[in-house]
């Protein structure tokens, strides 16, 4: 079956410029996250779906960033007024449930010059 | 909040050799992941330990869950050009199951 997908997968902005990024997790999978990778660095958790409940946001870097969830599958990470400092790899991972295994999708690099 | 430290950064090997990575907390951790990400790929689980002391194999893979529950290693024997990639090491956070905080990964370059 297909895995987890996210488009685009590069995208090049200009600053100040808002972006929009896609995940489209595997079918099923009622968990979704987004994460963010910067240059040699580790996964920074970012945003949490789970079912129909609240979206633990926790982990957004400040308010320029939100994300949807529609109909309970595919997902938009929204990033405004877009800073170099956004430059990075985001990576939308989904899973069966609570604490099943995070399944990856190959991320998208956004580059903000 | 929580920090991983993964060591080493890198590592240049020889085909053929083992390698050793870990992992250090300065908090409990209930369950250890570790993950290996290829370029342009997002990363993928290869183990995960769920109880301290735990030792479990994945092919030429081990890897370790620390009795203190602040530690985990992973070993891989007689590494192969295809083990190149970097490695992490990842656990949910405090008071989360589903929060991961990931390790800054080990980068392996195996030379043939």
């Known amino acids: 079956g297909a895995g987890v997908s996210q488009s685009p997968s590069n995208k090049v902005t200009e600053k100040g410029k808002d972006v929009e990024l896609r995940c489209d997790p595997i079918?099923?999978?009622?968990?979704l996250y987004w994460y963010r990778q910067s240059l040699g660095q580790g996964l920074e958790f970012l945003i949490y779906f789970q079912g129909n409940s609240a979206p633990d946001k926790s982990g957004l870097p400040s308010d320029r960033f939100s994300a949807e969830r529609t109909g309970g599958s595919v997902s938009t990470l929204t990033i405004q007024r877009t800073q170099q400092e956004d430059s990075a790899v985001y990576l939308c991972?989904?899973?069966?449930?609570?604490?099943?295994?995070?399944?990856f999708g190959p991320g998208t690099r956004l580059t903000v010059l | 909040g929580q920090q991983l430290n993964q060591s080493p950064q890198s590592m240049f090997i020889q085909e053929g050799e083992d390698v050793s990575m870990n992992c250090t907390s300065s908090?409990?951790?209930?369950?250890w992941l570790w993950y290996k990400q290829d370029p342009g790929e997002g990363p993928v689980l290869l183990i995960a330990l769920y109880k301290a002391g735990e030792l479990t194999s994945n092919g030429r893979l081990t890897a370790q869950f620390g009795i203190t529950r602040k530690d985990s290693f992973l070993n891989i024997s007689a590494s192969i050009p295809s083990d190149v990639g970097i490695y992490f090491c990842a656990g949910p956070g405090s008071g989360s199951n589903y929060k991961l905080t990931f390790g800054k990964g080990t980068l392996l370059t195996v030379n043939p």
């Open positions: 079918s099923g999978h009622t968990a």
């Open positions: 908090s409990i951790f209930n369950t």
């Open positions: 991972a989904s899973s069966l449930g609570l604490v099943g295994e995070q399944f």
